[in-house]
């Protein structure tokens, strides 16, 4: 008698088990939906949401969920409503935490059930956007926000920042700072958030814009960073 079937079944079986139990879920060929690589803002609320709001950037999306980076994820589980920031749209949305991964942030597999009115729809064509052939790497999100740019050594310009993104900021200042010129940006005192620092990219002279657009690359990984971009995008998304 052959008593290789069995041992071999029970091999099989148990590495569709760890697949099914892996944070990235099941095999890219069992997938119902495409994933893609976007870092984009979302808020969780919702009564089994911790002091009532969470606030993370997207790792990826699909058209049928998210992997979401959180400084503490939800158990999983949890029903929650998202507010997801999709450019200058904000996308609503229910979802059901299926996972968590004690990562350090910590990450969630959320899987989106139902939206509100039309934001299905906006949600889907973002999906098609990031299918073809120039997706984002990061959501540019518009501001109005009044920030001060100080260059070493003693330089300070008053300006605006345009948008923010998971990499940089786009600020309008009243004259030309050439590229690769560092500096810290800072916010009025009342927003209560840490400078940051970044550094000039491009810049660019528009009629329509009272000012020079210069492109900012944040250069620090830090907690302030974190928590800039954190704070502005939290900003944002309760306005």
Partial sequence: MNRKGPAIELAFAAQRLVLQLR?????TGTRRYPRFSL???????????????????????SEGGLMVEVA????????????????????????????T?????????????????????????????????????????PLNLDVSCVIPPDTRLQGRAENISDGGLLVALPQTVIPQTRMTVAVPPFLVLPPVDAEVVWMLTVSEVHGVLHALRFLSEDRGREMFLFGALFRRLLD
């Fill in 101 to 141: 991964a004690q990562t350090c942030p910590e990450r969630m597999g959320l899987r989106l059930k139902t939206f509100r009115g039309a934001d299905r729809l906006a949600w889907e064509s973002l999906m098609t956007f990031q299918g073809g052939s120039t997706p984002r790497a990061s959501i540019r999100i």
């Fill in 23 to 27: 944070p990235e879920g099941l095999m």
């Fill in 72 to 99: 503490q994820a939800l158990p999983a589980g949890t029903s929650t409503s998202l507010r997801l920031l999709a450019g200058d749209r904000i996308v609503r949305a229910d979802a059901l935490v299926v996972w």
């Fill in 39 to 61: 870092r984009m803002p979302v808020l969780c609320e919702g009564p089994g949401v911790q002091g009532s709001h969470t606030l993370g950037l997207t790792h990826n999306v």
